[in-house]
């Protein structure tokens, strides 16, 4: 069963805008370890076919599964944001959570051997640095209501064929 | 030190064993990377004087400074060997991840030495080389063969450069194949071949840490958030193919091989006409904010379901080059050669070769028997499905396909002695490289920067046709300016090929592409990496050392002045129509400008570097073997 997301806000990314340049990975593993390393990301961009492309991390899924699973604890979530915090202390790397998330938005640290998983940068000024960098505006920083609301109004947008007032008088 | 590992590896398949090189930081400040470097490579590890198929060759990696950092446009690298086409330096780039793992598993570089006996690929896992059969590799097709590998170690950020079933069977022009991008041009695929490695996989799993992280995300943000705005709309709407219109317009766009630079059917083969009909996706190599991309597909007819990206030199080769008006076949033509790893401009000019051979008579019907046609086809300009069969045929080497696999120098040779013919007329290709996309006969600065260029007909080495279509230099004329235009014009290039930086981010940093406008921000790139004291004049002499490190690695393997030379055609045979007619470039004007140019490099009139312009540039070394 695939797991619903939720009220929570998360990063979604845009397949249709994506182009796989990866610089979010670089911006997340900059941010959580002063080092550029895609191994290290929060983020994970995915590309299939060459052209299927997209980035994914935690969904802040309601009742998250991978929460659920962790046999130690170690991983609670936020009642208010939503995001999932991880105890270092408690974790083992089992990967229990790795396997219960649907979206592989959980990734064991090669070196630690711990879970990570991404936070939306609460501690840092300014939020999702991803969603700073992406040269494409392909990543959002929102939640399944603000997307469907956004969604329906690009579909009008594009459909509906009205004079539309100058945006840029220059 | 930042930026740098301090390490090069060289792989032996001859001994199976590998081992460490220590750089010292003089070293790296002088050969930067890129292209640069992987020459300075080849210099230090080749056999003098061997075939580019001799085990003496080395397949050398450089990687990039900005590599794996945010730097836009720095995911690159430089490869380089002995070509098999111009028996000169082939030194290639490549753009996206595989440069980004490599930087990773913390390697500067990479030599590999040697010829395996049987079918290998390598593993570069961090610290570990691992030396691999390749039979389940064999015969796959290039973005097949990385996804394989990736199957096999279970891990989608496994990297890797490959060859495809072109290199394998050793098509003279087969490319180096990474993440959909080419290290194209030379012939490297065919070197690996030589060597039965199929490919080279990487996995780094190191952070990659900079001299001073805050100040180049700053400069990156600053330079990815110009690349969204006009600086790159080119680039970013239509790709390179929006050029097709213009060339055509201007009359140098490659036509009947080299015959015309006028198309009459442009219109079918434009990049406009591509982003309407075909464009599915727009798609970017790694750390790259602009994506020039075009993924193109074909949705119906004869050649549906072909896909891959389509930009203006490979449609040119294609399309109007070989006369054909088809976007359809000019995509699927191109999706043979990607997918089989090689190079789409050698490939199409090699096809123009054999059509213009036929419709003159040199080539008949019979000539052209194949699984596909038993009782032969007639290749005319123009027909598509015949282009298509070529293409096909030159990847199998079946037929008259393994004839055109060497490329036009060596076809045309073949064929004029079997034939008593003079097809070497037309065969379109400088020191052994099939020509660009731009008809030099009216664009006089490039004709001569295309002659001296040292891994042949290259429009990405020789930038010196945009003085001449911008108006900058009259391009039907000569005159003494052109000497200095075309010696600046190509170490302005080598510059970004060096670093490597791809040239679409040049007008980003400050709206300017000129040195003014870019050398001052790539300076204060390179110092925020590595923490060294790079200015204007650093960043310039970036390119003047990575120009004279090639002329010296081609003077050492025998070249001379005669070498630089323009085909017979563009001698000899003006165009009919647009307004290039009439024009030709004449020995003499080619002599005059070539002096102009040794001179404004500071070399002899034979073309050699003197000793002390060598020793001031750092390369004594390379001063005491060639310098006069």
New interface residues.
């Given amino acids: 069963m695939v797991a619903s997301t939720s009220k929570y806000k998360y990063i979604v990314c845009d397949p249709e805008l994506c182009i796989g340049c990866q610089l979010c990975e670089y911006i997340c593993s900059y941010t959580k370890t002063g080092e550029f390393n895609s191994y290290r990301s929060r983020i994970r961009t995915v590309r299939v076919d060459e052209v299927l492309i997209t980035a994914v991390s935690c969904r802040t899924c309601e009742d998250a599964p991978c929460v659920r699973a962790c046999p130690r604890d170690a991983l609670t979530q936020d009642a208010v944001t939503g995001i999932i915090h991880i105890d270092p202390q408690k974790c083992d790397g089992c990967a229990w959570c790795v396997e219960a998330c649907d979206f592989g938005a959980i990734s064991i640290n090669h070196e630690t051997k711990l879970a990570e998983i991404c936070d939306q940068c609460e501690d840092v000024e300014g939020g999702p640095q991803c969603v700073l960098i992406c040269p494409k505006d392909a990543l959002q920083y929102t939640t399944p209501d603000q997307r469907s609301q956004r969604t329906r109004k690009k579909l009008i947008e594009s459909s509906l064929e009205f004079p539309q007032k100058a945006k840029d008088p220059r | 030190m930042h930026g740098y590992s301090g390490k090069i590896l060289h792989i032996d398949l001859d001994e199976r064993k590998h081992w460490s090189e220590e750089k010292p930081e003089e070293w790296y400040k002088i050969y930067i990377g890129g292209v640069c470097m992987a020459t300075r490579l080849c210099w230090e590890n080749i056999k003098v004087g061997c075939d580019a198929y001799d085990p003496g060759n080395p397949i050398c990696f450089a990687n990039g400074i900005f590599s794996?950092?945010?730097v836009p446009v720095g995911g690159k690298y430089g490869l380089a060997s002995k070509s098999p086409l111009t028996g000169v330096i082939g030194d290639s780039l490549s753009g996206s991840?595989f440069s980004?793992a490599l930087k990773?598993a913390q390697w500067d570089g990479v030599v590999i030495h040697g010829a395996s006996k049987d079918w290998i690929y390598l593993f570069i896992d961090d610290d570990r080389v691992e030396f691999l059969p390749a039979d389940k590799l064999l015969g796959l097709g290039t973005?097949e063969t990385e996804e394989k590998i990736r199957e096999i170690f279970g891990d989608?950020?496994v990297r890797s450069a490959t060859i495809g079933p072109a290199g394998e069977n050793m098509v003279r022009y087969a490319n180096v194949t990474n993440d959909?991008r080419q290290a194209g041009r030379t012939g490297h695929g065919s070197v690996w071949a030589s060597k039965k490695l199929k490919a080279v996989a990487v996995r780094g799993?190191?952070?990659?840490?900079?001299h001073d992280?805050e100040t180049l995300?700053g400069l990156s943000?600053d330079i990815?958030?110009s690349?969204?705005g006009p600086h790159t709309e080119k680039y970013r709407i239509y790709g390179t193919s929006t050029n097709m219109l213009n060339a055509s317009k201007e009359g140098f766009l490659p036509t009947h091989n080299f015959q015309e630079g006028v198309f009459d059917f442009v219109e079918l083969v434009s990049g406009e006409y591509l982003d309407e009909h075909h464009k599915?996706?727009?798609?970017?190599?790694?750390?790259?904010?602009i994506?020039c991309e075009q993924?193109s597909m074909v949705k119906k007819g004869p050649f549906a379901g072909s896909?891959t990206g389509i930009e203006y030199e490979c449609l040119q080769a294609v399309s109007s080059n070989c006369g054909i008006g088809d976007m359809t076949a000019a995509i699927k033509m191109v999706d043979i050669s990607d997918s089989s790893g090689m190079d789409t401009m050698s490939m199409g000019v090699s096809i123009s070769y054999a059509m213009e051979c036929f419709e003159r008579g040199v080539l008949k019907k019979e000539d052209f028997k194949c699984n596909k046609y038993p009782e032969g086809f007639e290749p005319n300009f123009g027909n598509g499905e015949a282009g298509v069969t070529l293409a096909e045929m030159i990847r199998d080497k079946e037929g008259i396909g393994a004839l055109l696999a060497e490329g036009t120098r060596i076809a045309a040779k073949k064929i004029d002695q079997e034939r008593n013919s003079e097809s070497w007329k037309w065969a379109m290709n400088i020191k052994g490289l099939e020509c660009p996309g731009y008809d030099a006969r009216s664009l006089k600065t490039f004709a001569m920067g295309l002659a001296v260029g040292t891994r042949g007909g290259c429009h990405n080495r020789s930038a010196a046709y945009d003085p001449d279509i911008k108006g900058q230099t009259n391009r039907f004329t000569v005159d003494d300016t052109r000497g200095v235009v075309a010696a600046r014009s190509e170490e302005y290039a080598a510059v970004y090929d060096t670093l490597p930086m791809c040239k679409f981010i040049r007008r980003c940093f400050t709206g300017k592409a000129d040195r003014a406008g870019a050398w001052p921000a790539i300076a204060k790139l390179i110092n925020a990496t590595t923490g060294w004291n790079f200015d204007y004049d650093d960043v310039d002499l970036i390119g003047v050392r990575a120009h004279t490190i090639k002329k010296a690695f081609n003077i050492r393997e025998g070249w001379k002045s005669e070498d630089d030379d323009i085909p017979y055609r563009w001698k000899h045979d003006p165009m009919t129509k647009g307004p290039g007619a009439g024009h030709v470039v004449t020995d003499e004007e080619l002599n005059y400008m070539k002096q102009l140019y040794y001179k404004a490099k500071g070399w002899t009139e034979e073309g050699l570097i003197p000793k002390k312009l060598l020793i001031d540039l750092g390369m004594d070394d390379v001063a005491e073997e060639i310098g006069v």
């Fill in positions: 794996g950092t945010p991840w980004v990773r973005y989608d950020q959909g799993t190191y952070g990659v840490t900079v992280p995300l943000f990815t958030e690349a969204q599915v996706k727009v798609i970017a190599c790694a750390q790259c904010p994506a993924m896909m």
